[in-house]
């Protein structure tokens, strides 16, 4: 339970605001030199909410220009660069010393310009590129948040896009936009899953939700020895049996196409749900981690592995910008880690703990047991 609040507390907290409110205070701090520095680095923080969005779509153009690909061979100069963009040559130096000055490229002697390390690191994660144009249909659905909030909004964009989230993913063509998008962007965590978690004991893994087979292509190209089943609905499960079909994986990983809410198969020993809890409202949530508590033996483990709120240092992620895309979604909750371990234990698991991972950011993991021994 929450403490009280105190009332002492309150009223120092309501001082303190009016006086940071005050435009003669917020002058006086940026001069004074033991709260010059603080002041000013508020004063950015303020600006940058606010041209948030200028920021994103300049990192937009450089995607949809291939600007950080075309570097990816060397430094360029200006006007080789706006040949190679197809941009006036003015046109072409503002985008690149706007995308250097959100770290995106560094300018180099001889009017060059080259890629800077967030530049270079979004090269080798084309799983982020796909995102950011995929940003496209949020921010539409973004332009009357308001409306949004008070669900006065019109259908979404995303919840178009994301036909499941309102149960009409029964086709191949629904399903192949977001699918081949989860496919990409699914590549970002599953190494560093596997990294925070050892499956080398693990006889048969099913991922539910697997969409393409992103996490189980990760899982089998470390561990030769486990079982792989991808559970999702049929016209995904169709797609994802038709992609690995045409690779060696084809004898490893088998597809099964079904709906959790009429239960899920049972035989494996573990099961996993990569970025798939977060998307479903409590109801659901509840009902799916009921249908894998149901589906596993004795001693059985379920993985959560998703994005999480209240993550130390990321919390913009998980509660801001998760938060209104799954609202825009018109399905699911970023959840905090407490919020999964309650719903765990409700369902029945025990002895439920967290796997550290390299970018939490990205995803955190939970590891949860059916009580019993493993027969």
């Excluded at 081949?180 to 190494?191: F, K, P």
Aim: glycine share 10%.
């Amino acid at each position: 339970m929450p403490p009280a609040p105190s009332a002492w507390a309150d009223r120092w907290l309501a001082w303190r605001n009016r006086l940071v409110a005050s435009p003669r205070f917020q002058r006086w701090a940026a001069g004074f030199p033991l709260t010059r520095r603080v002041a000013q680095r508020n004063t950015r923080a303020l600006f940058d909410l606010c041209a948030g969005f200028v920021y994103a779509q300049v990192l937009t153009a450089c995607i949809r220009l291939n600007l950080f690909a075309i570097l990816a061979e060397g430094p360029l100069t200006v006007d080789a660069l706006a040949r190679r963009l197809d941009l006036p040559p003015d046109a072409a130096r503002r985008l690149l010393r706007a995308a250097e000055s959100l770290g995106l490229l560094r300018a180099l002697s001889g009017d060059r310009f080259g890629l800077a390390d967030l530049g270079a690191a979004l090269v080798g994660n084309p799983g982020i590129a796909a995102m950011i144009e995929h940003h496209a249909l949020l921010y539409a659905d973004l332009a009357d948040p308001v409306a949004l909030l008070r669900g006065q909004a019109q259908p979404t964009r995303l919840a178009g896009y994301w036909p499941y989230a309102a149960g009409a993913a029964g086709d191949a063509h629904a399903v192949a936009p977001y699918s081949s998008l989860m496919g990409a962007s699914q590549a970002l965590i599953a190494d560093d899953v596997l990294d925070a978690c050892d499956l080398s004991r693990v006889r048969h893994l099913m991922d539910v939700g697997g969409g393409e087979g992103a996490f189980l292509r990760a899982v089998a190209a470390r561990h030769a020895t486990p079982r792989l089943t991808l559970f999702d609905l049929p016209a995904v499960a169709d797609r994802a049996a038709a992609r690995l079909g045409q690779s060696d994986l084809r004898e490893r990983i088998a597809c099964r196409g079904g709906d959790f809410h009429d239960g899920l198969p049972a035989g494996a020993d573990t099961i996993s749900l990569v970025r798939i809890v977060h998307d479903h409202d409590d109801a659901p949530a509840q009902a799916l981690l009921g249908a894998a508590y149901a589906a596993l033996p004795p001693g059985g483990t379920l993985l959560i592995a998703e994005p999480m709120a209240g993550t130390p240092g990321a919390e913009p992620v998980g509660d801001a910008y998760f938060g209104f895309y799954l609202l825009a979604m018109g399905s699911g909750r970023p959840r905090r880690a407490e919020e999964l371990r309650a719903m765990l234990a409700a369902a029945g698991f025990t002895a439920t703990r967290e796997h550290p991972t390299r970018r939490p950011l990205l995803a955190r993991v939970l590891r949860a047991r059916k009580t019993g021994a493993q027969k």
